[in-house]
């Protein structure tokens, strides 16, 4: 099956911005709709941004305008560009075809 690698996360301040990568092993333009979870510790895994294989990208409110998500099907890649971040964006991201998933990358955001 499938595998997803991630990377891209780190530590960064309040206010500042991260880009994080998935790369599939496989063509994810068969793959279709993809997206990215995060999990806080204590918390339930939540859905933050989900792009379909023709671009179609949706997002829940807590993150909609800060985070955008965008994929290079060449490239077999997925990515998500997080700007604005906050102590609450704080979680371990994971990339979805909604059946695999990737082992996650740590984001922390101090305050």
């Known amino acids: 099956q499938v595998q997803l690698v991630e990377s891209g996360g780190g530590l960064v301040q309040a206010g500042g911005s991260l880009r994080l990568s998935c790369v599939a092993s496989e063509s994810i333009f068969r793959i279709g709709a993809m997206g990215w979870y995060r999990q806080a510790p204590g918390k339930q895994r939540e859905l933050v941004a989900t792009i379909t294989n023709v671009g179609i990208t949706n997002y829940p409110d807590s993150v909609k305008g800060r985070f955008t998500i965008s994929r290079d099907n060449a490239k077999n890649t997925v990515y998500l560009q997080m700007n604005s971040l906050k102590p609450e964006d704080t979680g371990v991201y994971y990339c979805?075809?909604?059946?695999?998933w990737g082992q996650g990358t740590q984001v922390t955001v101090s305050s």
């Open positions: 979805s075809t909604f059946v695999v």
